[in-house]
């Protein structure tokens, strides 16, 4: 069993920025995979960002390479993902989605079993 439970959303300006957490627990959570995701009202869940279980490997969505930066931290049986979003935009805001997989470092929704319930955050312009 896995549970994830984000943190750090909120109401910031545009060009700014905010960090994203997610905290994860499970008997068998050092070897999965995390990733972001977000969904906007009236549109589809989309890819954000991953990390591999290592923090070896990220991929990034192209809307967001070179202002979001996504980190993990697995000391002491206490693991969390972070979200660093930085320059945001308007069209940014959205629900965002921490979500653990055990199949490696996937961009679709389908790859993750595991999802937290979400964090709002809403880019004023």
């Known amino acids: 069993q896995v549970q994830l439970v984000e943190s750090g959303g909120g109401l910031v300006q545009a060009g700014g920025s905010l960090r994203l957490s997610c905290a994860a627990s499970?008997?068998?959570?050092?070897?999965?995979?995390m990733g972001w995701f977000r969904q906007a009202p009236g549109k589809e869940r989309e890819f954000v960002a991953a990390?591999?279980?290592?923090?070896?490997?990220?991929?990034?969505a192209d809307s967001v390479k070179g202002r979001f930066s996504i980190s993990r931290d697995n000391a002491k049986n206490t693991y969390t993902v972070y979200l660093q979003m930085n320059s945001l935009k308007p069209e940014d805001t959205a629900v965002y989605y921490c979500?653990?997989?055990?199949?490696?470092?996937?961009?679709?929704?389908?790859?993750?079993?595991?999802w937290g319930q979400g964090t709002q955050v809403t880019v004023s312009s």
């Open positions: 979500a653990a997989t055990p199949y490696g470092l996937g961009t679709t929704k389908r790859e993750y079993p595991y």
């Open positions: 499970g008997r068998t959570f050092p070897n999965y995979a």
């Open positions: 990390i591999s279980w290592s923090a070896g490997s990220t991929v990034r």
